[in-house]
């Protein structure tokens, strides 16, 4: 089946550094990803989606200057942190459409920042 | 745009007991219904999915309902096990290149 490796699982970082994450699909091309946050016990909200070759549609209230994301290729798609805060520490967790979004929805493992 | 309703938020069962999870959506156009199962410190993984034009789908212990009318789907494990401890969330869409609106999951607990 289809598999998204996301790295890395943790990263601790100062407050004020950057911070980058990368999300690839392995064994498909993935014309859509997409970017979660995930507050404890609470369900995944939509950050972004990232399609290939353009720039990213962000969700309402999500500020783009903080959270840069780049899908470079077919394979792969970043989330870059910017100036990162403590109230920017959270779950953060990718997933890849192989074109057909609502179908084929395979999620990364996730990444847990902490901002100290 | 859809709605999906999860419930309960919390289920604790003893092992070997059934569980079942519901949700129920807005969107009559939602054709596909997908469940995820998320382990402590992990992404949600995909543990079956059902399509409306079915009313039911079981792969060994779990299996998942669609009521389109009623517009609600189920998830049902028999046979708990401890590792089926985890957050369950269900999921609505329309396919294609809708992106799925998720439930707000369901923490299950299963008692040795």
């Known amino acids: 089946g289809a598999v998204v490796s996301q790295h890395p699982s943790r990263v601790i970082c100062k407050s004020g550094t950057s911070v980058k994450i990368e999300c690839r699909s392995l064994?498909?091309?993935?014309?859509?990803m997409f970017w979660y946050r995930q507050f404890p016990k609470q369900s995944l909200m939509l950050m972004a989606t990232s399609n290939e070759g353009s720039k990213a549609t962000y969700e309402q209230g999500v500020e783009k200057d903080k959270f840069l994301i780049n899908h470079a290729s077919l394979t792969l798609s970043t989330l870059t942190v910017t100036s990162a805060h403590p109230e920017d520490s959270s779950f953060y967790i990718c997933s890849a459409s192989m074109g057909q979004g609502g179908y084929g929805y395979t999620f990364g493992s996730g990444t847990r920042l902490t901002v100290v | 745009g859809e709605n999906v309703e999860q419930h309960p938020s919390t289920l604790s069962v003893q092992e070997g007991d059934s569980a079942v999870i519901k949700c129920t959506y807005s969107?009559?156009?939602?054709?596909?219904f997908p469940w995820y199962k998320q382990e402590l410190g992990k992404g949600p993984q995909l543990i079956i999915d059902?399509?409306?034009?079915?009313g039911e789908k079981k792969d060994q212990r779990i299996a998942v309902t669609l009521n389109k009318t009623a517009k609600h789907f189920s998830l049902h494990i028999t046979e708990t096990q401890p590792e089926d401890s985890a957050v369950y969330f269900c999921?609505?869409?329309?396919?294609?290149?809708?992106?799925?609106?998720f439930g707000r999951g369901t923490s299950l607990i299963v008692h040795p």
């Open positions: 064994d498909f091309q993935a014309t859509t």
């Open positions: 969107d009559s156009a939602s054709n596909y």
């Open positions: 059902i399509r409306s034009n079915v």
């Open positions: 999921a609505a869409s329309r396919g294609g290149s809708y992106i799925p609106t």
